[in-house]
C-alpha cells in the first residue's frame, strides 16, 4: 500500500485533491494510504509516509521540510500548481508514485 502525505498551509484545502487521489487510485485498482496534514504537522507524520507532497502555496517551505525528509527517508516536492488549481488527482497521484519508484 502506497502511503501519500500532503500539506498545505492548514491542511484543508488540500482535502478535496486527497479525495479525488484517493477516487483516482481506486479506479485503477490501487491500494493507497492518502492524507492532509497543516505545515505544522508535516514533520510528524512524516514517518508514515511513502511520500510528502507539498502545496505550492509552501514552495518556501521545501528546503526546510527537505531535511526531515531525508531523515524520514522519503522523497518530497511541490505539488504542480496547475494540478493544484485543478484539483487534478490523476496528475497529482502519479506525481507522487513517480516520486516513491525514484
Known sequence: MKKILLACSSGMSTSLLVSKM???AESIGDEAEIWAVGQDQAQDEMANADVLLIGP???FMKKKLEKYAEEAGIPIDVIDPVAYGRVDGEAVYKKALELIGK
Open 22 to 24: 484517493r477516487q483516482y
Open 57 to 59: 502555496q509552501m514552495r
